[in-house]
T-cell receptor, first 108, second 114 residues
Framework: KNEVEQSPQNLTAQEGEFITINCSYS?????LHWLQQHPGGGIVSLFM???GKKKHGRLIATINIQEKHSSLHITASHPRDSAVYIC??????????FGQGTRLTINP | EAGVVQSPRYKIIEKKQPVAFWCNPI?????LYWYLQNLGQGPELLIR????????DSQLPKDRFSAERLKGVDSTLKIQPAELGDSAVYLC????????????FGQGTRLTVV
């Protein structure tokens, strides 16, 4: 079993829909990243959080340390949000462990 | 300020040939990571540097892979000889330190071995 599990693996939605991507982890962590990767492009850090909730524009990230769970929400989704979203956690010994990613496609 | 810069963006080589990737981290970032990302999967750590010291290279296939960060700034990752299975995206990332501060990623180098 992977230390970091994301769901769903693939998600297709219509423009304007509210999107939720989930991340569960099985180890103690010091922080969690949400990352965005466009096709052929590099990885962009969206959020780094260790507790509570962060918001940036239409993106919201939450984390529940007790439940070892984080969610990334996108409000009023747009086709330009189409990308792979990756959850990564900082584990002991400064190790960054990545989930498999969620491929999001927003249709106009 | 420029982010993490990697070159080349794309590389196609024949198997058994050598290849090298270059990474320039964000200025002032002491920690540098090299990751390998296979299609449809999350990145996997190859090596982590603290300044010029490789502090975690346990996942680096040392028979064919090598890396260096001589002055604690730029880094190169080399494969010699390349195999078909090395086709992947090689990502470089940097952070201020390795205490859990935010990591910033480069665009990656997409390697195709034919």
């Amino acid at each position: 079993k992977n230390e970091v599990e994301q769901s769903p693996q693939n998600l297709t939605a219509q423009e304007g829909e509210f999107i939720t991507i989930n991340c569960s982890y099985s180890v103690g962590i010091s922080a969690l990243h949400w990352l965005q990767q466009h096709p052929g492009g590099g990885i962009v850090s969206l959020f780094m959080l260790s507790s509570g909730k962060k918001k940036h524009g239409r993106l919201i990230a939450t984390i529940n340390i007790q439940e070892k769970h984080s969610s990334l929400h996108i409000t009023a989704s747009h086709p330009r949000d189409s990308a792979v979203y990756i959850c990564a956690v900082f584990r002991g010994a400064q190790k960054l462990v990545f989930g498999q990613g969620t491929r999001l496609t927003i249709n106009p | 300020e420029a982010g993490v810069v990697q070159s080349p963006r794309y590389k196609i080589i024949e198997k058994k040939q050598p290849v090298a990737f270059w990474c320039n981290p964000i200025s002032g970032h002491n920690t540098l990571y090299w990751y390998l990302q296979n299609l449809g999967q999350g990145p996997e750590l190859l090596i982590r540097y603290e300044n010029e010291e490789a502090v975690d290279d346990s996942q680096l296939p040392k028979d064919r892979f090598s890396a260096e960060r001589l002055k604690g700034v730029d880094s190169t990752l080399k494969i010699q000889p390349a195999e078909l299975g090395d086709s992947a995206v090689y990502l470089c990332a940097s952070s201020l330190d390795s205490s859990g501060t935010e990591a910033f990623f480069g665009q990656g180098t997409r390697l195709t071995v034919v």
